[in-house]
């Protein structure tokens, strides 16, 4: 402890061997910072536990002196760095493209992007109108991970969000209402985005690919992803890798409102009383 504090004084000291030691910390830090990114989706998550629970049963077979599943999973381990490589394949491409790119320092540090109240509103409104009309629709708003490879898949728009542009979308003669319109900030970046599947085995058999494709990317990013039924015209939301429909579009809104804008609705009832008191 002491030996640290001591270093870190150092460190208030001008010279060229401090100020290598303070880029070597930034340096650390960033690649700390932009593993934690890496493992923010929720499939990484369930990876990385994966990984503690087979390198716990190795440490406890060996402890255990079960010596023939020690030496299978210690064979296994072998193959680890290949295996993992191959399961996080999107999440390493991802990384190192930001890398490449030379995006050192986000605009937001850590930050979730973040749609407005105006843009939520407009999604609403498009969810409304299409689920009256059992017009099926997979709306994908993007937070804190990137989804470049689903963007590139489809076609570019890069629009101002409104209700209008997010129908006409869907609309059954327009040849873009097959896949999913991704909307970053305040904007639709692309549409007729094809999405991953959800292999989940414990899907209502009511749900069909619609829903599977919203689950699949909710697993992968933590992106929330609004699902209207064309069937049944029933709204539902993935998050997290999880799915659930929901009543109407009044509680969408307060879905989106929580989870984009991080505003809940206790929150807006507080703000309305303290703007009626000021009037």
């Known amino acids: 402890m002491n030996d640290t504090i001591r270093r870190l004084q150092e460190l208030k000291q001008v010279s060229l061997e401090n100020l290598i030691n303070l880029i070597d910390i930034l340096l650390v830090a ?16 369930r990876i990385l536990g994966g990984i503690v629970i087979f390198v716990a049963a ?16 210690e064979k296994a381990t072998l193959l680890a760095p290949v295996a993992l490589v191959i399961l996080l394949l999107p999440e390493l491409r991802q990384t190192l493209e930001g890398f490449a790119k030379l995006g050192l320092w986000p605009t937001r540090l850590g930050a979730d992007a ?4 105006n843009t939520v509103e407009e999604i609403i409104g498009a969810a409304a109108e299409m689920s009256a009309s059992s017009i099926g629709a997979l709306i994908v708003v993007e937070r804190g991970t990137k989804l470049e490879d689903i963007c590139q898949n489809g076609v570019q728009l890069n629009a101002e969000v409104s209700a209008p542009l997010l129908g006409s979308i869907f609309y059954e003669g327009n040849p873009l209402h097959d896949g999913a ?5 305040d904007r639709v970046v692309a549409a007729a985005c094809r999405l991953p599947l959800s292999e989940a085995s414990n899907l209502d058999h009511h749900l069909h ?5 919203g689950l699949g990317i909710a697993e992968q990013s933590d992106a929330v992803v609004i699902i209207v039924s064309e069937e049944r015209g029933t709204i539902s939301v993935a998050i997290d890798g999880e799915i659930r429909r929901l009543k109407d579009h ?5 879905v989106l409102n929580t989870e984009i804008r991080g505003v809940h609705q206790d929150d807006r009832r507080r703000r309305r009383r303290r703007e009626k008191v000021s009037v």
């Open 30 to 45: 960033y690649v700390v910072y932009r593993i934690l990114s890496l493992i923010r989706s929720t499939r990484a998550w």
């Open 58 to 73: 190795l440490f406890i077979s060996d402890h255990l002196q079960l010596k023939t599943l020690h030496w299978v999973l």
């Open 114 to 117: 973040r749609a407005g109240a």
């Open 181 to 185: 319109a991704v909307v970053r900030d």
């Open 209 to 213: 690919m619609r829903h599977r494709a």
């Open 250 to 254: 009044h509680e969408l809104r307060e």
